[in-house]
């Protein structure tokens, strides 16, 4: 075959070679989950799985005691769930807990942390800058926010946003609790409330839900932020070990559902009202009725039960959080 001198390759011609580019899939894989935030938000859902997984039984028995449903007591609930429904009973609604718990927990302590620096960093700035002025008119208003603590408004903000993300997750999982018969699956209780609601039902309780979480949320990371700092100091530790994370965690949680429980009680109130026929029309409402049928000790109904339940919850969601954070951001750059 005669080739074209046109493509007629010498001997002493040199090698061509083609290259293609191809996206390194991995590396950019690898460098995502090496910025902070990222392991801070897969390290919160982890954390909040593995410590639902754990506690469902003395959640189920919470919602049931809080709503006035059963049993007043502990051990009574804990009885009539195994007669009525067996040992799954005590994992009624688990699977939406959590389908729930996972963005929760991630989006809370993700926002939390990623609100503290940048308020941190921002009073930094500040102080070598000097704080942001306002002038109105001969007026100068100086913008000083150093007094503000981060961590309480990174709280603050970390409860605000996970409710507002998670929240239908939340009521569909406390109808599946109370009304398994009315509620039979996940799809339906969706399906149901929104037909019989619209999407106001979905987020029945957002009001309330909001107002306590403020004050719970706040406390409960300053309490928690503040007593591991303490303790570090005064035993002049660097890290603490799990079982000490375990117990500050249990005591952060436990100081900020005592200051708003009657929060946590017109909340639900109103979000399972419904099902007994008879629902208040807002939180003061709710917290009015409660008062009226029951006295001011009625506003802290199922409060040990919720105690029993949020001290080993919050202690192990802390533990199982610094934990993972350690193995998905050792050696990491804090970016």
Known sequence: MVVPKELDVHKNSPAVELRIGIPDVN????????R????EFVSGALAGAMTKA???PLETIRTRMVVGVGSKHITGSFIEIIEDNGWQGLWAGNTINMLRIIPTQAIELATFECVKRAITSAQEKW????????????INLDLSFLWISPVAV????????????????EVVKDRLTVNREAYPSISLAFSKIYKDDGIGGLYAGI???????LPYSTCYYFMYETMKKSYSQAKKKRSLS?????????????????????LELARKRLMVGAL????????????????????????????????????????????????????????????
């Open 207 to 213: 009001s309330p839900t909001l107002v306590g979480m």
């Open 154 to 169: 990174g709280g603050a903000a970390a409860g605000i946003m996970s409710t507002l993300v998670c929240h239908p997750l």
């Open 127 to 138: 102080k070598e800058n000097g704080c942001p002025k306002l002038q109105l008119g001969h």
């Open 54 to 56: 754990i506690l469902a």
């Open 36 to 39: 902070r935030e990222v392991g």
């Open 27 to 34: 590396g950019a894989i690898k460098n995502l989950f090496r």
């Open 242 to 262: 799990r079982a000490e994370l375990l117990i500050i965690g249990a005591f952060s949680g436990f100081a900020a559902s005592t200051i708003s429980f009657p």
């Open 276 to 335: 007994q026929g008879r629902c208040p029309t807002n939180m003061a409402a709710a917290l009015s009725e409660v008062i009226h049928e029951e006295g001011l000790l009625g506003l802290y109904r199922g409060w040990g039960a919720n105690c029993l339940k949020v001290m080993p919850a919050s202690g192990i969601t802390w533990m199982f959080y610094e934990a993972w954070k350690d193995i998905l951001l050792a050696d990491r750059p804090q970016l």
